[in-house]
Every structure is written in structure tokens, then in C-alpha cells.
């Protein structure tokens, strides 16, 4: 008796084109879902770290009687992880050139991703702070915005930024430290003055 030989299993052509199709489709649904979750925990990191920098600045206060002269003062006798003035969506890897409002790698080596209001013009001239050095106790006392984070929706840093240009093309979140300590999220949409009044 002659014995038929055996068949093996194998995918077609047509069939492996249908796997592949397939795992695309299914990587391109997936892809953007991830992104998303990325951001999420970018920010919630974010968030934490303005939390403890407001501690460390109420703390500040009250052993020198007012406000830091820069946000990376409060290092390291208030605050002494350096890491936690990085914000995890910088870009530049906190290393902009910076000024007295967005230090950057001036006085801490490490980097300040985050802006120090009282140290911004249109801060003052919005009426928020008094000017460097006297800032005074903030026009909406604990609700007056004292840092905040824009990298949720900038790719660079802008140091010619002001209140007029402040929404043009931002699309995203700005993440606010109030001087009471607490965090809150603002559209960048929103014009600058809406800031102490807005939030999630």
C-alpha cells in the first residue's frame, strides 16, 4: 500500500497579508491611547512636584518672613531632591537660558523647568505680585498663581512671551501653583488674566 505523504500547515500568502493587516490596524488604534496615558502621567508627576515646591516655599516664608527670590532658593534647606524642579514633558531638559522668571540652569545645575511668577513683569503689571524684591502677599492671597508649568503644550521656551501673545497657537494645559499650595490646571487657550479665576 502506498502512503500518501503527510501535508503540512502553512499560511498563504493572502492569509499572512490579512495577519498583518490586522496587527496594524490594531497598533494604530492602540498607539494614540498609549500617547495619551503617557501625558496623564506626565502630568500627574508634574502636579506632585509643584505640590512639593509649594510646601517648600510656605516653608520658606515662614523662616524668612516672605517670598523666595528665585523658586530654586528653597533648595536645599526646604527642599532637598534638585529632580523635583524637572518637569518630565521638558523638552529642553530644563536647561533653557532663562532669566529670573524661567531660571533654568542659572543657579541650581540640575535646572528649573517651572516659572516663578512673582519674578514675571506681566505679573506685575497684571498686579499679582509687587515688584522684586517686595512682592508682598499676592493679590488673591493663597489663590495667586506663584509657579506654573507650560509644558504640557510648549515646545520651547519663550522669552519674549507676554500677556498679548500669552494663547496664540497654545493648545494644551498650563499647570498652576497657587501660593496656598494647592495645583490646578488651566487651558493655555485662556487669556493670561483668567488665570487666578479659571481652572479644572
Known amino acids: 500500500m502506498q502512503r500518501r505523504p503527510l501535508k503540512t500547515a502553512a499560511f498563504t500568502l493572502v492569509e499572512i497579508l490579512v495577519v498583518v493587516g490586522i496587527i496594524a490596524v490594531l497598533v494604530a488604534l492602540v498607539l494614540p491611547i498609549l500617547a495619551k496615558a503617557r501625558g496623564a502621567a506626565r502630568q500627574a508627576t508634574c502636579i506632585n512636584q509643584l505640590r512639593q515646591i509649594g510646601?517648600?516655599?510656605?516653608?520658606?516664608?515662614?523662616?524668612?518672613?516672605?517670598?523666595?527670590?528665585?523658586l530654586s532658593a528653597v533648595y536645599p534647606a526646604h527642599l532637598s531632591n534638585a529632580a523635583v524642579f524637572v518637569c518630565p514633558s521638558d523638552p529642553g531638559d530644563r536647561r533653557h537660558g532663562g532669566d529670573e522668571y524661567m531660571e533654568g540652569s542659572r543657579h541650581l545645575a540640575s535646572g528649573v523647568s517651572y516659572t516663578y511668577i512673582p519674578n514675571w513683569k506681566y505679573a506685575a503689571e497684571l498686579g499679582w505680585w509687587g515688584r522684586p524684591p517686595r512682592y508682598g502677599e499676592g493679590k488673591y492671597g493663597d489663590s495667586t498663581p506663584l509657579a506654573m508649568c507650560h509644558w504640557h503644550w510648549a515646545k520651547r521656551w519663550i522669552p519674549e512671551l507676554d500677556a498679548a501673545v500669552w494663547g496664540l497657537n497654545a493648545k494644551g494645559w498650563v499647570i498652576v501653583l497657587?501660593?496656598?499650595?494647592?495645583?490646578?490646571?488651566?487651558?493655555?487657550?485662556?487669556?493670561?488674566?483668567?488665570?487666578?479665576?479659571?481652572?479644572?
Open 55 to 70: 510646601l517648600a516655599m510656605r516653608m520658606y516664608v515662614e523662616d524668612n518672613g516672605g517670598l523666595a527670590p528665585r
Open 178 to 200: 497657587n501660593a496656598g499650595g494647592s495645583v490646578r490646571k488651566v487651558r493655555a487657550e485662556r487669556p493670561l488674566g483668567e488665570f487666578c479665576t479659571t481652572g479644572e
